[in-house]
């Protein structure tokens, strides 16, 4: 059974920092380029950032580069997502994305991130 979950949202304060987590499983983690991406309240999903399936490749939305790092470990089966400098408008659930060009696109059910005072 292919599985995408994701750890590591909660809440936090403007300019605090937090760390995302999504394990895969039932699949070739390292042949896929995987993705994050968000949605805000009453929005639509944005993109946040991607990694080739290597790991030496990065992308980054203009609105989340400099704060964001997204990085993989091939060997653990896990995405990652450093987020640093958090502002409200970053508030969102967060998603991962497995996208491989001859398979299936993967979904994970979604991390909340809050940030507040």
């Known amino acids: 059974e292919v599985q995408l979950v994701e750890s590591g949202g909660g809440l936090v304060q403007p300019g605090g920092s937090l760390r995302l987590s999504c394990a895969a499983s039932?699949?070739?983690?390292?042949?896929?380029?995987m993705s994050w991406v968000r949605q805000a309240p009453g929005k639509g999903p944005e993109w946040v950032s991607s990694?080739?399936?290597?790991?030496?490749?990065?992308y980054y939305a203009d609105s989340v580069k400099g704060r964001f790092t997204i990085s993989r470990d091939n060997a653990k089966n896990t995405l990652y997502l450093q987020m640093t400098s958090l502002k409200p408008e970053d508030t969102a659930v967060y998603y991962c994305?497995?996208?491989?060009?001859?398979?299936?696109?993967?979904w994970g059910q979604g991390t909340q991130v809050t940030v507040s005072s």
């Open positions: 994305n497995a996208k491989y060009a001859f398979g299936p696109n993967y």
């Open positions: 039932g699949f070739t983690f390292g042949n896929y380029d």
């Open positions: 990694i080739n399936s290597g790991g030496g490749r990065t």
